[in-house]
């Protein structure tokens, strides 16, 4: 268990799987930068973070949820909770996530949406057994089942997160085709310092030594 001073932010789970040199740059560097896709995905969480409560058919609806995991050291917001009540009269939480693309390849975004299930079951002692994503582009949810090794690969992502956070590290850039579309390019300076290792290393490696 985590202390609440601990706590990391869970959107960093999504950073990690993205890039872990992203990921370091904005949980360790406190580097942020904005690009279009960043501004779209801004727009696309504005009900979102109102926050507040609503309804969609017979479900209640809370948006801007702070949830949290002492279990894995997790804190932030869901996007949309959605409450169904069951045949038994007990409210089912049922986590929707907001994402301004298409659906990736990668469990990036499916490890987001898990890792807020596990918040909820942590918070309220119930089963949290699904939720969604919605996707901008396709206006479309994609149902999402937290599965057994949904759930695995979510509580190891929180532990390597940690660890990352913990090192006070940045790792090397990797240059790939996602470079392209990250707003921290410019900051990263992937194509730059990834054809220079010998630079870079010495670089992390003084950055280790004044940590």
């Known amino acids: 268990m985590y202390s609440e001073d601990d706590l ?5 789970l999504q950073h990690l799987l993205y890039c872990e040199r992203q990921c370091a740059l904005i949980h360790i560097e406190q580097v942020w930068a904005e690009n279009r896709f960043t501004a779209e995905g ?6 979102a973070d109102r926050g507040g409560t609503g309804a969609r058919g017979k479900a209640r609806v809370e948006y801007g949820l702070a949830i949290r995991s002492l ?8 996007d949309v909770v959605e409450f169904h009540r ?8 049922f986590p929707v996530e907001y ?12 490890v987001q949406l898990c ?7 942590e918070m309220l002692a119930v089963k949290v057994p699904a939720g969604a994503l919605f996707y901008g582009k396709t206006r479309r949810r994609q149902e999402v089942d937290f599965t ?17 956070i913990a090192s006070g590290l940045t790792p090397l850039p990797e240059f790939g085709p996602k470079c392209r579309h990250c707003s921290l390019a410019a900051v990263c300076l992937p194509e730059k310092i990834g054809k220079h290792p010998s630079v870079a290393q010495y670089l992390v490696s003084v950055r280790g ?3």
């Open 8 to 12: 990391l932010a869970l959107s960093a």
């Open 42 to 47: 801004s727009i696309l969480h504005e009900r």
């Open 71 to 78: 279990r894995l050291g997790l804190i932030g917001k869901a």
């Open 86 to 93: 069951t045949a038994d009269g007990q409210w089912q939480p």
């Open 99 to 110: 994402k301004r693309g298409r659906a990736k390849k990668d469990d990036c975004d499916r």
């Open 115 to 121: 890792a807020q299930a596990l918040c909820l079951e």
């Open 148 to 164: 057994l090794g949904l759930r695995r690969e979510t509580e190891e992502t929180a532990a390597r997160l940690h660890a990352l």
């Open 209 to 211: 030594e004044g940590a």
